[in-house]
């Protein structure tokens, strides 16, 4: 019997989450300093699509934030009963990023109904100019948080709202012109209602990826059964079970498995070939793998064997499962 696993992390992650915090700070900085400004122009234009920008770079600069938050909580060692350590932390970073995405869509579409129906005054030159240094600003943090690795869930979620900021100005400053030259005043609440149209895209894809991680679902682009029968392939084993593939945070894809080998096979050996083949083929680097001799006639060695069981009834003992 053996039992053993394997690692595969590279040594520049440290190294790469320096620069990505980096991208995040120049990015904080950014959103911050204008937000002030344009809070100010929000009011004296009296623009719910500025307001609700202002409102929106708030939570960018909430959303980097708890970025940066959930980098640092996710850098602590694994310890006590956290034998994963923290790094789920970024996950949950990007589920708070999804949900605050989703409740800023329903406050900007019933403020966007009800002017529409109750149009305000809106000063049209004011709304234009912000907008369009508002698209300048969040070009520049979008840029910056591009360049950081996306991969992370956390990262994109405060990529997200920074790039669905960008595009809220650049309904902003349309609004603006239309109000400015046509004296269309609900040009205006019809932008915070596009605006809350593309939050809510960005808002739900945070949600449904960061979920499928906390439900400890398998990579999107990870078949778990295709993963099995390549395993039961091998010319040693017989059978594979307890097949489970995970993702323990962004781009930290996980498997264990329990895999039944013919008798006289060396299960070290086995045990290594097939890690280094996840590794290879799909790029799993974390990998534990329980492998045990088949004997003809005795259990499985698992009381419940969950999920299905892969093996090639031309070499298993135990038949065509």
């Known amino acids: 019997m053996s039992g053993g696993h394997g690692h595969g992390h590279g040594h520049g992650h440290a190294l790469s989450q320096e620069a990505d915090k980096r991208y995040l700070w120049g990015a904080l900085a950014l959103i911050l300093t204008f937000m002030v400004a344009e809070v100010v122009a929000g009011v004296v234009a009296n623009s719910i699509a500025l307001i609700s920008d202002a409102a929106h770079m708030l939570t960018d600069a909430s959303a980097i934030a708890l ?18 350590g923290y790094k789920r932390a970024e996950i949950l970073s990007a589920q708070i990023n999804g949900v605050t995405l989703l409740l800023l869509v329903a406050y900007f579409v019933y403020e966007g109904v009800h002017r529409i129906l109750e149009p305000p005054d809106v000063h049209g030159p004011i709304v234009l100019v912000t907008a369009v240094a508002g698209i300048a600003v ?20 405060a990529f997200q709202h920074v790039l669905n900021d960008m595009y809220a100005f650049v309904a902003t400053a349309v609004s603006g012109l239309v109000v400015w030259l046509t004296g269309f005043r609900q040009a205006d609440a019809i932008a915070a209602l596009v605006v809350a149209a593309l939050m809510l895209k960005a808002g739900w894809g945070l ?20 993963i099995g029968r390549l395993l039961a392939a091998d010319a040693d084993v017989e059978e594979v079970h307890d097949l489970h593939v995970w993702t323990v945070t962004s781009g930290y ?23 280094d083949l996840l590794h290879e083929r799909f790029a ?3 990998t534990t793998l329980q492998v045990d001799h088949g004997v003809p006639g005795l259990d499985r060695h698992c009381a419940d064997p969950h999920g299905p069981r892969h093996s090639d009834p031309l070499k298993s003992p135990y038949g065509d499962p």
């Open 138 to 157: 969040n070009a520049g943090a979008a840029l910056l948080l591009s360049k950081a690795n996306r991969r992370s869930l956390n990262v994109e979620g």
């Open 207 to 226: 949600l449904r990826d960061s979920g499928r991680v906390l439900l400890q679902a398998a990579p999107s682009d990870l078949d778990p059964d295709e």
């Open 284 to 286: 799993i680097g974390h």
């Open 67 to 84: 970025a940066l938050i959930a980098m640092r909580i996710a850098a602590r060692p694994p310890k006590g009963a956290y034998t994963f």
């Open 253 to 275: 894809p996980t498997l264990s498995a329990h895999v039944i080998v013919a008798r006289g096979s060396d299960c070290h050996q086995v045990r290594t070939r097939l890690a």
